[in-house]
Nanobody, 114 residues
Framework: VQLVESGGGLVQPGGSLRLSCAASGFTFSMYTVGWFRQAPGKEREFVARISWFGDITYYSDSVKGRFTISRDNTKNTMYLQMNSLQPEDTAVYYC????????WGQGTQVTVSS
């Protein structure tokens, strides 16, 4: 089982990034998948998740209206489009797949700074 995040980096406040999470080793389309993040000195927190078929999404209040989660089951890949990024969005972003058991990626760093 593998979840591999990509797309992180350094961006100025107000900028955008698109994260990707490529999955392998399990039936991706049968898992609820989502994004979490962990800032330095803080606990890992929920960001967004999306249902099996991509028709239901949930967001934390802190990112609602700025971030969009999506998935492409034909490519076994999930995405997180992040707009209007702010310094408080700085964190390591992790993708997660859940179906009773949890799978995690290794994380990708997002830094929002001028």
């Amino acid at each position: 089982v593998q979840l591999v995040e990509s797309g992180g980096g350094l961006v100025q406040p107000g900028g955008s990034l698109r994260l990707s999470c490529a999955a392998s080793g399990f039936t991706f389309s049968m898992y609820t998948v989502g994004w979490f993040r962990q800032a330095p000195g803080k606990e890992r927190e929920f960001v967004a998740r999306i249902s099996w078929f991509g028709d239901i999404t949930y967001y934390s209040d802190s990112v609602k209206g700025r971030f969009t989660i999506s998935r492409d089951n034909t490519k076994n890949t999930m995405y997180l489009q992040m707009n209007s990024l702010q310094p408080e969005d700085t964190a390591v972003y992790y993708c997660n797949a859940n179906r009773g058991v949890n799978y995690w990626g290794q994380g990708t760093q997002v830094t929002v700074s001028s």
